[in-house]
């Protein structure tokens, strides 16, 4: 069988060169379709391989009868209807590794030219001034990079810091002491990070978690003289804070790629002499460019020829029959996840998912990396997916197992997750209640009745009168208004829970009064 691939935008020869090389393929490129001329064509094509150009919308997905996947040559989807591609079938993949070495060298080349300032002083030679004096800067030799995200390019510049001798502490929210100590790097917590480092990258997602995550109080924590690198996502640093610290001295300098609002060609910050910047270049190389199409090339004939993809961004299709059975559990199934992410302590090591009753019927494989993906999402972002959850999972060293049972404790389905770290194990059970839907009737050893959603407050603390009142109260000091409440205890006047269901979003430190009452062990902001 032969099948047909079509190339719509510009990539390299070399790019394109396992589609050539792959018995049974037949390359077609043409660069130069309008939107019309491609939906009138793309019915004929088995995949369909772009970069940013082509615009890959419902309507052109809709004729393509043939269309078995769509391949990104890149990191970013925004150009690809994925919802339109899901609902016809069509696997989307993309090539989210190409760029690695690319950005880690990007990283290491602004730290080493802002420990140096070397911008500076050649834009100080060009306007003919030989200043030696004024651009006097320090070694990475024994001095430490402290990297918050530990992914592949977090990695990547850690091993390059380590070339340089310097020595390296890493936060991660999936790094384990174990797997730092393989690394040859300190382990530490953001809090650990940002006070003995001097210098300071960044190689997170931006997520709500992580967005100005390096703010003014965290300027504070840092030793004076610290240096700051982002290469990674505009919004992790708030700009107008690190302005700031750099104008009163406690930041020594900083170097950016990115920007929360680019082109960022008129930013203050690019007025100060500290500072040094590049437009956004992290994966602007020839070879990151051809690896990701040669990525993607090679995915895409994994794909038609194995029917395997290593890096899909969509769910792919699942029999209506089985669909029919467990999709009412997909929201549950996730909001489970979610759940989990916020009451564990530590690194997660191993992940269970339970079903017991009708459920232990189904193929419930989906459902299973639609909890994975709600453990992970909040920490890596959008990307995370139904089908790269497990992938992603099993790349950070977590062990993800999937039970059936005939124990139901007295509910039709019962969807039950267990989350293992080292420091502790944490569960949580949901079902669909009929005509009610989902719920979550228990954590951990408590029985609970809980609508998951919007914003919450889990409270752990002692059985006795007056607490609730008392938590009322303090909530109430802060113009939180409690929509619903549930608490679960196991013996009278001993350990017990409460969630709250509230009005609007919680800061955490408008908790800080409730956390001070005597009769309070610990509180957590949930967002399901």
Request: proline letters at 3%; aromatic letters at 4%; glycine letters at 8%.
């Amino acid at each position: 069988m032969t099948y047909k691939v079509l190339i719509s935008d510009p990539l390299s020869e070399d790019g394109i060169q396992p589609l050539r090389a792959a018995e049974g393929i037949e390359v077609d490129v043409q660069t130069d379709l309008s939107a019309d001329e491609l939906a009138e064509k793309i019915g004929s094509y088995d995949a369909l391989l772009v970069r940013s150009q082509t615009k890959v919308t419902r309507d052109i997905i809709s004729q393509a009868k043939n269309l078995k996947i769509i391949g990104r040559a890149g990191v970013g989807v925004d150009n690809i209807d994925l919802s339109a591609a899901t609902e016809y079938g069509v696997i989307v993949v993309n090539a989210p590794d190409g760029n690695t070495n690319s950005a880690a060298e990007h990283t290491v080349a602004m730290l080493m030219s802002l420990a140096r300032n070397i911008p500076q002083a050649f834009l100080s030679l060009k306007n003919k001034k030989w200043d030696r004096k004024t651009h006097v800067g320090v070694e990475l030799k024994g001095k430490t990079l402290g990297v918050i995200g530990m992914g592949r390019i977090g990695v990547e510049v850690a091993m390059r810091a380590k070339g340089q001798r310097m020595k390296v502490i890493g936060y991660d929210p999936f790094l384990t002491k174990d797997r730092a100590e393989k690394l040859g790097i300190d382990y530490g917590t953001v809090e650990d990070v940002i006070k003995v480092a001097d210098f300071i990258t960044v190689h997170t997602p931006l997520l709500k978690e992580t967005k100005h995550m390096i703010n003014k109080a965290a300027f504070d924590k840092m030793k004076d003289g610290v240096q700051i690198i982002n290469c990674a996502r505009g919004g992790i640093i708030d700009e107008d804070a690190l302005y700031d610290a750099i104008k009163d001295g406690k930041v020594a300098g900083a170097a950016l790629d990115v920007f929360e609002e680019e082109p960022a060609t008129d930013h203050c910050l690019l007025d100060l002499p500290e500072v040094i910047a590049t437009p956004h270049l992290g994966a602007s190389t020839v070879e990151a460019q051809e690896n990701v199409a040669i990525d993607v090339s090679h995915d895409v004939v994994r794909y038609l020829t194995e029917g395997v993809a290593r890096n899909p961004v969509n769910l792919p299709s699942v029999p209506k029959e089985i669909l029919n059975k467990i999709e009412p559990y997909f929201n549950l199934s996730e909001k489970l996840g979610t759940f989990l992410t916020h009451v564990c302590e530590g690194v997660i090591e191993e992940i269970n998912v339970s079903y017991s009753g009708e459920l232990t019927e189904f193929e419930v494989g989906p459902l299973t990396r639609n909890t994975v993906k709600g453990l992970l999402k909040r920490h890596l972002g959008d990307h995370v997916n139904d089908v790269n959850a497990s992938y992603l999972a099993e790349k950070r060293g977590i062990e993800v197992n999937e039970h059936k049972s005939s124990q139901t404790k007295g509910f039709t389905n019962l969807l039950k997750v267990e989350v293992k770290t080292k420091s502790s194990t944490r569960t949580v059970a949901g079902t669909l209640l009929n005509g009610l839907g989902p719920r979550i009737v228990q954590v951990d050893n408590y029985s609970v009745d809980v609508i998951p959603d919007g914003h919450m407050i889990f409270v752990n603390h002692t059985d006795q009168p007056g607490v609730i009142g008392k938590v009322g109260s303090s909530l109430a000091e802060k113009n939180i208004n409690i929509a619903a409440m549930q608490v679960g205890r196991s013996d009278v006047g001993g350990e017990a829970i409460m969630i709250l269901t509230v009005d609007k979003h919680v800061e955490d430190e408008d908790l800080n009064l409730l956390r001070d009452l005597e009769e309070i062990h610990g509180v957590t902001v949930i967002e399901l």
